[in-house]
């Protein structure tokens, strides 16, 4: 394995679109650009040779990859990524949200697949040179912003169970409006009979399969007319873990705060761990530990929890409003938006685009 480094960046050969989206069907996308539909003109690639690392870092025009049919990744299932955002400042500049923490986790998701991991630097590098190429897809829309893919997957063409030797190192870019389209002032959750993760296994790593794994759940819970599925632990059945995309937050009536503890089986999420940050300096006390559904259910009733919120990349800091089972279905609070997340959205958005002091250093300001 390679390990994380400081070393020069890289040189990015940069090859131009030949044909580049036509500036009017460029603006009618981004004045309504949804979320994860429509792609920028182009991509980040960087290679990877055992014995030779990284290398052959280029910039180029967004398109089909060539791929063996015994590629490692269609079989085995290498392969892992990232999601995080650019975001246009108050003042008209352009910066990321705390990429650093984003390579970091990459590097322990590689890790967990026996992948290569990236030099945190490169990964960094990657994501600038690709937003620069690309800044002029910022979507127009209110809260707009230019959503990033980094991901890696095992290209070498080989069948047997072991380690690819060949990796592909890419990033690409969405112009991305707002993650639910419901309008819905607070989403509505499925509790899942399935498990997303079991001890052990690979919950705490950003991979594909374990969202192939709750895409059955997923549209379970579409076809019942929910926004997300909610899963609870593989072997009790009976603790909060995280929904399909998202973690979870409770806010009780004394104004303290409770998110399920990270034990291998929950993505650490970088939003998570931000609004841990930022409530505690908001003077809220937050409680890391297992929360039952019973007692959620419980604390709702009875008035002792008042709101509740998911967070993550995509959707921000989004509110629960309803929770519906097999057996049962309660609200929370009112069924819309609360005080507390509201107030940790606000700030936490307000640093992101620069309206608001960065007193912990996460925003990554690229032009």
């Keep these: 394995m390679a390990t994380p480094d400081t070393a020069a960046p890289f040189t990015f050969a940069h090859q131009p679109h030949p044909s580049p989206m036509a500036a009017d069907v460029r603006a009618e996308i981004l004045a309504n650009p949804g979320f994860g539909t429509a792609f920028s003109d182009h991509m980040v690639s960087v290679s990877y040779d055992e014995g030779k690392g990284w290398h052959s870092a280029e910039v180029v025009p967004y398109g089909p990859i060539p791929l063996d049919p015994a590629a490692a990744v269609l079989h085995y299932a290498q392969e892992i990524f990232e999601g995080l955002k650019a975001y246009r400042l108050a003042d008209g500049g352009i910066a990321l949200f705390r990429p650093e923490a984003n390579a970091a986790r990459f590097n322990a998701s590689a890790e967990r697949l026996a992948m290569p991991v990236l030099p945190e630097g490169l990964f960094v590098q990657a994501v600038e040179e690709l937003v620069k190429a690309d800044k002029d897809w ?36 969405s112009p991305a409006g707002n993650y639910f389209k419901s309008g819905a002032p607070a989403v509505s959750l499925w509790v899942s009979d399935y498990s997303r993760a079991a001890p052990g296994g690979t919950g705490a790593a950003k991979c594909g399969g374990n969202y192939a794994a709750s895409l059955v759940p997923t549209a379970e819970a579409f076809s019942r007319g929910h926004d997300q599925v909610l899963f609870l632990d593989a072997v009790e059945r009976k603790w909060i873990e995280e929904l399909g995309g998202m973690n979870l ?29 930022l409530a505690r ?35 921000v800091v989004t509110p629960v409003g309803k929770v519906t089972s097999a057996s049962d279905s309660f609200v929370i609070g009112s069924g819309g938006p609360g005080q507390i997340t509201q107030k ?5 958005v307000a640093i992101q685009r620069g309206e608001a002091a960065d007193t912990h250093g996460w925003v990554h300001r690229i032009g």
């Design 281 to 315: 300096e908001e003077g809220l006390a937050v409680r890391e530990e297992r929360y039952s559904l019973a007692q959620w259910q419980a604390d709702a009733t009875s008035g002792a929890l008042i709101e509740t919120f998911a967070c993550g990349t995509a959707a």
């Design 344 to 348: 940790l959205r606000s700030r936490l």
């Design 138 to 173: 910022f979507p127009t829309v209110e809260g707009g912003s230019l959503y990033l893919r980094p991901f890696m997957f095992a290209s070498e063409a080989f069948l047997g169970v072991r380690p690819s030797k060949k990796y592909k190192f890419l990033v690409i870019a």
């Design 249 to 277: 937050f409770f806010v009780m009536a004394d104004g303290s705060l409770v998110t399920p503890p990270l034990g291998g089986t929950i993505l650490p999420g970088i939003t998570r761990e931000s609004l841990i940050k």
